[in-house]
């Protein structure tokens, strides 16, 4: 019965946490800002997920997620940045995310098995301007039929007019479809209310979830 496999980018397939790492090396150089990467992130990531919380539940705008994270991030580790640099480093980040295509192991191999029986999508809360870049970048977009952005229809998972936006787009029914995703809340949660069902990917087993779940993409041969 199932037809349609629709899969989160950030996180799933695509390695955000060091391309980000990546980026941000890059950005520091290119803007001579004497930071220590490692002890940035430390700092950085807890605050971008708060701030990536807050967005998904519309109480931010875009700009506000892209600059605030970086200014309390600085404010955090006693750096003093002013407010014209902060936005010239969160410009940079989003014009260079893209410049770093890292995957999980074994995804383009996984997708080589999957695309032989199903139609492959995309559902991401990420911005468009650099969800399309990452696609091709890292050769993604020859697997995948369609890319639903939250920008392009103006929600965010788990807001269920996203998923129903995606299924039209790729002209898929409910009963033949599963989401795979790496985030309870926004991906497997939202797509299990819509009527979905979900394979939750995560290699670690802190969080308790009693569907389907797989530490690694790869788990999706066997499993589909």
């Known amino acids: 019965m199932i037809k349609h496999l629709f899969f989160d980018l950030d996180h799933t397939l695509w390695d955000f946490k060091r391309n980000s790492a990546l980026t941000f090396s890059y950005i520091f150089e290119k803007n001579r800002l004497p ?61 260079h995310l893209a410049r770093y295509n890292y995957l999980f192991p074994k995804t383009l191999e996984t997708l080589d098995y ?12 990420g911005f468009s301007e650099v969800q399309n870049k990452k696609m091709i970048g890292s050769k993604l977009d020859g697997y995948f039929k369609t890319l639903t952005t939250s920008d392009e229809v103006g929600v965010k998972k788990p807001a269920q007019e996203i998923f129903d936006s995606a299924l039209t787009k790729a002209g898929a029914q409910k009963k033949e479809s599963i989401m795979i995703g790496d985030d309870l809340e926004a991906y497997i949660y939202g797509a299990e209310n819509f009527g979905l069902r979900a394979i939750y990917l995560s290699p670690e087993e802190t969080v308790s979830y009693k569907g389907t779940r797989i530490k690694k993409i790869t788990e999706l041969q066997n499993l589909l």
């Open 114 to 125: 999957l695309v032989e029986n199903y139609n492959l999508h995309i559902i991401t809360n």
């Open 35 to 95: 930071v220590e990467l490692d002890t940035f992130l430390e700092f950085y990531e807890p605050i971008n997920e708060r701030y990536w919380r807050l967005f998904r539940q519309e109480k931010i705008d875009k700009e506000t997620l892209r600059t605030r994270r970086l200014s309390d991030t600085f404010q955090k580790m006693k750096i003093e940045v002013a407010p014209e640099s902060i936005h010239i480093l969160a410009d940079d980040y989003i014009a």
